[in-house]
């Protein structure tokens, strides 16, 4: 295993979880493991482990580029993470509301719709013992 790959899991555990990297890994198959390990070194073992922009600022630039290129199905998982990367529910309707002015109104409307409930999903889950 190379340094960097190392790092990239270090990296999407302290971002995603636990849980969520243990799924991934499990669901992983012969397949799609090879892009598994391409996530691993390059989005998360070169781009989020790069101390370039602090985890906070990453996570709010990738909601706003998941909602303006209305890549929906990964906004949840982003979301999640907000309670990991110090993204707060203010700094996420400010981010969607960039993506309203500079991207269009739908997706960020959109993109908001999805973060609420995925919050309520997440508030539910605590509540829960």
């Given at each position: ?15 995603l979880g636990d849980a969520h990297v243990d799924r991934a890994e499990a669901a992983a198959s012969d397949f799609d493991r090879p892009f598994q390990e391409l996530i691993t070194l390059s989005a998360w073992g070169t781009v989020w482990a790069s ?79």
């Amino acid at each position: 295993m190379s340094d960097r790959h190392a790092t990239g899991m270090q990296v999407r555990r302290e971002v995603l979880g636990d849980a969520h990297v243990d799924r991934a890994e499990a669901a992983a198959s012969d397949f799609d493991r090879p892009f598994q390990e391409l996530i691993t070194l390059s989005a998360w073992g070169t781009v989020w482990a790069s101390d370039g922009i602090p985890r906070r600022e990453r996570s709010m630039l990738t909601l706003a580029l998941l909602a303006a290129m209305g890549n929906w199905e990964e906004i949840p998982m982003h979301i999640r993470a907000t309670a990991r990367t110090g993204a707060s529910k203010r700094d996420v309707l400010e981010t969607f509301q960039h993506v309203a002015i500079y991207c269009g109104v739908p997706r960020a409307n959109h993109a908001l719709k999805i973060a609420r409930d995925t919050y309520a999903e997440m508030e539910q889950e605590e509540e829960t013992p």
